[in-house]
């Protein structure tokens, strides 16, 4: 089973005037610049063959863009949301979220998760190394891929790629 971390691409900076920092956050949308070079990720995926059986996004507004123009490239065929992919969210409450539906899912075995930072390195680090180090730091529109013979098992995978989105923009 393979699950890929991607972080949302470029969004407009919060607005220090506003009172409600936290409400702001959510609501914070893919500059054009962003779109731009998540389309072009996406169209760099897409010529490798990536798909996923399943895309899981948080419900922010910039990761759900970003999912939504890796749904349009058609590297998925299907979206859920998850609140535990928000900023608070942890890979706890996500793994639990994820084993309690597991048993329903036996044909998917390509996830992708859009979140944001710094959960997806965190993530990536505790799948990888079974403790977070602060040695990973996944860039916006980047990707890591992680590789399992075992349902999410923590440090228990492999690293498959790590791809900072200049590599992938042509």
């Not at 607005?15 to 072009?40: H, N, Y």
């Not at 970003?66 to 349009?72: E, P, Q, S, V």
Request: hydrophobic content about 45%; glycine content about 6%.
């Amino acid at each position: 089973m393979y699950l890929y971390l991607i972080r949302h691409g470029i969004a407009v900076d919060l607005d220090p005037l506003t009172v409600d920092v936290t409400a702001s956050d959510e609501f914070r949308s893919l500059t054009k610049i962003g779109r731009k070079k998540v389309a072009q990720v996406a169209d760099r995926l897409a010529e490798l063959e990536l798909r996923f059986d399943l895309m899981i996004t948080s419900p922010l507004v910039r990761a759900r863009q970003t999912a939504d123009i890796l749904l349009d490239k058609q590297l998925s065929y299907k979206l859920e949301v998850s609140d535990r992919l928000k900023p608070a969210g942890t890979l706890e409450s996500w793994l639990l979220e994820w084993k309690a539906r597991s048993n329903n899912i036996s044909t998917i075995s390509t996830v992708a998760l859009v979140g944001h930072e710094p959960n997806l390195s965190e993530w990536a680090e505790l799948f990888l190394f079974g403790r977070i180090e602060g040695k990973i730091i996944l860039k916006k529109g980047g990707i890591i891929g992680l590789k399992f013979t075992d349902n999410f098992k923590i440090g228990a995978a492999e690293l498959a790629c790590s791809i900072p989105p200049k590599y992938l923009l042509s």
